[in-house]
């Protein structure tokens, strides 16, 4: 039989299933932007099992359809899916390779590429542990375990977040983040009529795969390329999840952090926001 990895990825003892299951579907919020004053080209996959349709970089695909076609000396036919089960499966054929693999692998980094080839191609024992820990890392690029709630709204009378989303993605993930909505969410004050002393710029949800704007970024005077800082900063909760470290959970680990620091107009929007922030504070 064809080697299939499987959600989860090694069949575990009866206690790990449960709490990799609870993993995916417990309700986590990244608080991401808590501001407190000084302080390619997409192509629709079809033809593969049916669900929602999912768009991914073709280039990404072709390279690494590519990289298995010199490992394994022939023809391979790559097809890349968003399935919630089996997240590599692969057959063999008078002499063609066919692979699917879960989305989340055109984005990773070239160590865990590496690996993938050689399990898929040579079935290497070594290979497939590190293809599983990378599964492991990132059960939040499955699928949404909840639909998101009511009407998204990206266009904004000034902004419009999918324009911007998807700028953001092809320049800094290479258009591997897919399936990830995104919308302004709803204005909000203190319930006593008080001042406001900190605003949360924006949000990402993993059970909804959304992320979240704040509105009062929706105007004249907020440079768009702060409201790319923000929205770079929500994708990047996706694709780098929280971490315990020492019994604690960093919302920020150190590989987000430093992920953090390619956006090319890093400073500037940090300085936009430092000399601006009352200003947010007071906007309605």
Known sequence: MAPQLRFPWHAPPVGRFSRVRAAVAAPRMATAAVRIPQQAIHLPIKGLAKGPQIFIHEGARQALERRLELAFGGPVQ????????RMVTQTKSRGRLRVRLHMMFLGAEERVKNALVAYVVHDDRDASQVVGE?????????????????????????????????????????????????????????????????????????????????????????????????????LLHHLV?????????????????????????????????QKHIDRLLRAK
Do not use: C, M
């Not at 790559?78 to 089960?85: A, Q, S």
């Not at 020492?246 to 430093?258: D, I, N, T, Y």
């Open 78 to 85: 790559l097809g890349v899916t968003d399935n919630r089960r």
């Open 134 to 234: 990378f599964i492991d890392q990132n059960l939040h690029s499955i699928r949404a375990s909840r639909k998101a709630p009511g009407q998204l709204r990206s266009a904004g009378q000034v902004h419009d977040l999918d324009a911007i989303s998807h700028e953001v993605n092809v320049r800094y993930f290479a258009g591997t983040v897919s399936d990830v909505l995104i919308t302004w969410g709803r204005k909000t004050r203190p319930n006593d009529g008080s001042k406001r002393t900190s605003i949360k710029l924006g949000s990402y949800s993993a059970t909804e795969r959304l992320v979240r704007i704040h509105p009062v970024l929706d105007q004249r005077w907020v440079p768009r390329y702060f409201v790319e800082y923000i929205v770079y900063h929500e």
């Open 241 to 273: 999840p929280e971490a315990r470290v020492a019994g604690r959970v960093l919302l920020h680990p150190p590989e987000f952090q430093r992920r953090e620091r390619a956006f090319q107009k890093l400073s500037r929007a940090l300085a936009w926001e």
